[in-house]
């Protein structure tokens, strides 16, 4: 049972939560936090054009020295992304994440934006596999099928 991205967003949902280039580190901030999320997508006219992560916050904002309400999105978003079609299996999400250090993957279909996954959401699908195998092979075991 190998499931894919299209499953995972299926399962959890594709609400993507998303802010322009040039608002403020602080907005973004404040949108991260009233929303409970680790990242936002940075879209210009409908366009993905990076993302913000709380891992950017602490290493472009607080360590540099810089003011987050004087600061654009656009300046500090990492724009070298990572993404995942809706094809791609949950295994190869780990393997990239694990790979490139990444807890977000945008999820692109024919070049626009249909969702986002966590690492937390891999996780959880791949224990989910996991116990969903475990009991089948309990079951083959036991006899019980």
Do not use: W
Request: net charge negative.
């Amino acid at each position: 049972m190998t499931s894919t991205v299209r499953q995972l967003l299926l399962a959890k949902g594709n609400k993507v939560h998303a802010i322009s280039p040039e608002a403020t580190v602080f907005e973004a901030l404040e949108r991260m936090a009233a929303h409970d999320v680790g990242a936002l997508m940075v879209m210009k006219d409908d366009q993905l054009v990076g993302i913000f992560s709380e891992r950017d916050y602490a290493r472009k904002i607080i360590l540099m020295g810089r003011i987050s309400k004087d600061t654009r999105v656009g300046e500090v978003m990492t724009s070298d992304l990572i993404t995942v079609t809706p094809e791609a299996t949950v295994a190869d999400c780990m393997n990239l994440m694990t790979d490139h250090h990444i807890r977000h993957l945008p999820v692109l279909e024919d070049g626009k934006l249909v969702g986002v996954i966590s690492i937390g959401d891999v996780v959880k699908a791949i224990i989910t596999q996991q116990e969903f195998m475990i009991a089948e092979l309990e079951s083959y075991i036991t006899g019980s099928r």
